[in-house]
């Protein structure tokens, strides 16, 4: 009997499949497992292969050649076309890892998009199981696809319209000219790309999210502020009085503009076309800081153009001009620098009121001071410029004196901005020279205060090396 099993040959069948599949499924566990740690994409594949075809390719290996079942039978027909699935389906995911698994950022393979794929795949099995189904149970295939032809273009004249969009959004997609997160300008719509589908694409414009259909980006240009990569430029328009000299308003709106904490390392540019309008150019990292930088511009150049007396948009106005207001602040600051009645009147020629919006910079750092400024209302930050960052260690509020190291000729060591909006008191240098001379204990206390801000800063500079630590 043995002899007649080896004779026919579905003995050596039976021994085969016994001995080299268990080996085989062996062999492809430990080579998937060395796969997944390395994460290869190779891995997925050889987990179809183990899986699903080695055992039904065994399975079938059995019935059609070790039990020698009738090719025509049922289950084996069953498994026959289970097996030809689980091929297809392994020549695809194999194709799919070879080509597009390793491509390189920015390739043709890495820019289509993965519903071109998915479609591709899906066309191919269709047209693999009816192939399968024709030599396994020798169906008639030709009539379906006639009415699956015919189908597809009467539901394609139904659904033109919308059909075109969606080629529109896959040929967006394809071509990708945006990506999500990308700034876009299409004449009617600006904002930034939140999501792409297959028929439109939503912009967040600010004040809500504007649905752009695909088709209408595909029949018309428009421009990606994102693109290319690199500081981008925020545009502000401003007009000035005629009668403001224009390189001193020039030399304003580019010292505003090189203080905003936004701006990239490039410097920002200024035009003059005349009769007072100027276009100012601010680099910033990317549109998304363009708005909240133009924001903070605008605010912070109406103080400015203040502080100059600049007609900013044709006004110069300003509260703070009042004498008044100066009389008032005069004696809000009177105990610090321990004025008496007769000091008022001379301070009155000399002295005058400053303003400043938040954020702005009152005092920068690495300068001798020519002025003392006395906080009226508001709140100053002193911080050090460390690594590229500010670092804040002291706080100057209402009667706190700015710029102390006018007094000693030195440089300032921090820089101090407006925490809040901030209103001071500007004095001249030699008047303060004037007021220490006949004050001894307001010179004392202006030396008491300077060193203690030293020494804040010395702390906050401490702690910061030792949170660091020992540098190699």
Known sequence: MLDGAFRDGWGWWVIALAVGVPVLLVVLTELINHLR???????????????????????????????????????????????????????????????????????????????????????????????????????????????????????????????????????????????????LDTGGVKGRVVEVNWRAVHIDTGSGIQIVPNSNLSGASFTNLSEPEGPFSAEASVKFATDDPPHEVMALLVEVADALPMRARERASVSYSGAGAYGVSIPVAGPADAGRALSTYLSWLWYAARRRGFALDGDATDPLAEPGRLVEALEAVSGTLHLKDDDREALLATAHLERYGVGEVVLPSGVVPDEVRVVVTGRAVLALDVDGGRVEFATAEKGDIIGQTALTRERSVAVTVAGEILTVVVLPLATVDELIRTRPRLAAEIGESLELKRSLAAERLASIELTRGPRP
């Open 37 to 183: 740690r390395r994460d290869s994409p190779v891995a997925g594949p050889l987990r179809l292969l183990r899986n699903g075809v080695i055992p039904v390719g065994a399975l079938f290996a059995l019935l059609a050649f070790a039990i020698q079942s009738p090719a025509d039978q049922v289950w084996t027909r069953v498994v026959a076309t289970v097996f030809g699935f689980l091929v297809i389906l392994l020549v695809l995911s194999s194709f799919n890892v070879a080509v597009f698994a390793n491509a390189a950022e920015g390739s043709w393979r890495r820019r289509i998009p993965s519903i071109f794929l998915e479609i591709a795949r899906l066309v191919l099995v269709a047209l693999g199981l009816a192939l399968l189904f024709s030599w396994v149970w020798g169906a008639d295939v030709g009539g379906i696809f006639t009415a699956l032809g015919v189908g597809s273009i009467v539901i394609g004249l139904a659904l033109q319209n919308a059909v075109g969009g969606v080629i529109s959004g896959l040929l967006l997609l394809f071509e990708q000219p945006f990506k999500i997160g990308d700034f």
